[in-house]
């Protein structure tokens, strides 16, 4: 991770130096006085080649007369009012990359204020600070024998900028975020050898230092409990099953909390039904609703939210045992609805079933929102560039699309309907965990639903966001933490006055 500091500005003549110019290579006041300092160098530059100050652009001049032991990052931004929040966020993210570019351990940044942009300059900062962190993380904890060229050298990154106290303090708040985000990445990243039920209750606990009560609970509690339906998934694995309860009480006394729920398997190998070899090993991430709830906590408690939320995981392992459950079982979960086991893939339902059930009945919330990386029916729907969005209520779910286009974690809404409900009709018990083929991701919302009874509630399928095999505009493939920063937003919008 890279380490960011706020400097007022001064004079530079050495080392990397990051410029940014604007559409028509606007060098701002910072550059051209950088500009003027080496004779000129950097306009002749420009002159000399087609960079045009165009946003993704960049050119480098090494070591100009007057600064011969610098070397000078330009980089384009476009036309500057045009950067929201999202755009100086990927740029930050940029800077990451140019650093690691030029194997650079730590530079220089030279923030401009450009003409005709609104906002305070501390707020926009803040979001290219934000943006350099996220993009910095890295989960390399058991890389032993990687060569020094594929090592990113970034290690500290100096933004100069006027009130640079009125920037650091902008954010500051982001920056709990981001820890949230890479606490979320760091759990969904562990191999299931290390991570487990117990292991990710005790992560949670690891929450009590930003002032978080967390609560544990084993599997003799929730058998007292009737949480037969999550009881099920894990009967199967040596590993204890786990429910934890997370609460945040930032806000007005008395006040209901918002209840965040999350699916944690924290390996997933369809039990019984067990899934083909090929691509199981991405079972890793199974637990992505879990994660995005707990780095969601994170996030709020480090920034001190102003708001009620408590969080509750239901942390399971889904194995092919003697003792497994099987294809055909019934069980009756907390809420006393009877469960046709059809498949034991669609474990994640069963164990967002009980914790649902569980946040209702103890809980007395304002609303509730699970996360699970649901279905493979959903990556068919929407492919990897949103999450699935199901709710009960309109304004609940403009809310959260909202959230999500804020940040950059689209959500797209689905349907839910009484002809959907009836596909998991059985005549064996009140509903079966799987429905048809088609349709897949519905019919498991629809049976998240029954859960629900009259309590505003969405359900976000992330299967096909948790995990990215690609780069993202600040963040590199592997785990995303998908709903850390959508929640946090959401939260901050609606529950923080």
Request: charged share 25%; with cysteine.
């Amino acid at each position: 991770m890279m380490r960011l500091t706020f400097a007022e500005p001064k004079a530079v003549s050495e080392g990397l130096i990051i410029v940014a110019v604007a559409s028509g290579g606007d060098l701002g006041r910072r550059g051209s006085e950088l500009d003027k300092a080496c004779g000129g160098a950097i306009t002749r530059a420009i002159k000399a080649s087609d960079f045009q100050g165009k946003s993704g652009q960049s050119l480098t001049v090494i070591a100009p007369v007057g600064l011969e032991k610098a070397r000078i990052a330009l980089m384009g931004v476009g036309d500057p009012t045009e950067l929201d929040a999202r755009k100086r966020q990927a740029f930050g993210a940029s800077i990451y990359k140019t650093v690691n570019s030029h194997r650079a351990a730590e530079a220089v940044f030279l923030y401009e204020e450009f003409r005709g942009v609104d906002g305070t300059p501390a707020a926009r900062v803040a979001d290219v600070a934000y943006g350099a962190r996220l993009r910095s993380y890295r989960f390399d904890k058991y890389l032993t024998k990687e060569t020094d060229d594929k090592k990113p050298t970034a290690r500290r990154l100096v933004i100069q900028v006027r009130k640079s106290a009125a920037a650091r303090a902008a954010y500051g708040p982001l920056a709990a975020i981001a820890d949230g985000v890479d606490f979320a990445r760091n759990l969904v990243s562990e191999p299931s050898n290390i991570k487990y039920p117990k292991m990710m209750a005790s992560a949670c606990r690891t929450l009590t230092k930003l002032g978080v009560k967390v609560e544990v609970l084993g599997e003799a509690q929730m058998k007292k409990l009737g949480m037969n339906a999550l009881l099920g998934v894990g009967q199967g694995s040596v590993r204890e099953s786990q429910m934890v309860v997370m609460h945040w009480n930032g806000g007005a006394r008395g006040t209901k909390p918002v209840a965040l729920i999350g699916k944690g398997v924290t390996f997933d190998t369809g039990g019984i039904s067990i899934k083909p070899a090929a691509g199981m090993e991405d079972m890793i991430w199974d637990m992505g609703g879990a994660g995005a709830v707990i780095g969601a906590m994170h996030a709020l408690a480090g920034r001190k939210a102003k708001a009620n939320v408590v969080g509750v995981v239901g942390l399971v392992e889904n194995m092919p045992d003697g003792n497994a459950q099987r294809p055909g079982d019934i069980v009756t979960s907390m809420s006393g609805q009877t469960i046709e086991v059809i498949n034991t893939d669609a474990e994640g339902r069963l164990v967002l079933a009980d914790v649902m059930c569980y946040a209702q009945k103890k809980l007395k919330p304002e609303l509730m929102i699970d996360l699970a990386t649901l279905t493979g029916a959903i990556i068919v729907a929407l492919g990897q560039e949103n999450a699935g969005l199901y709710a009960n209520d309109d304004e609940l779910a403009e809310r959260l699309r909202v959230a999500g286009d804020t940040v950059g974690e689209p959500v797209w809404r689905m349907p839910l309907g009484d002809g959907y409900d009836k596909l998991i009709n059985t005549p064996r018990a009140d509903m079966k965990n799987v429905g048809p083929r088609w349709g897949g991701s519905i019919t498991a919302a629809q049976f998240l639903q029954r859960f629900a009874d009259n309590i505003k509630w969405a359900h976000l399928d992330i299967a096909g966001v948790a995990w990215a095999d690609k780069e993202l505009p600040v963040m590199d493939r592997g785990a995303t933490a998908f709903g850390v920063r959508l929640l946090d937003r959401f939260v901050a919008d609606n529950y923080e006055k």
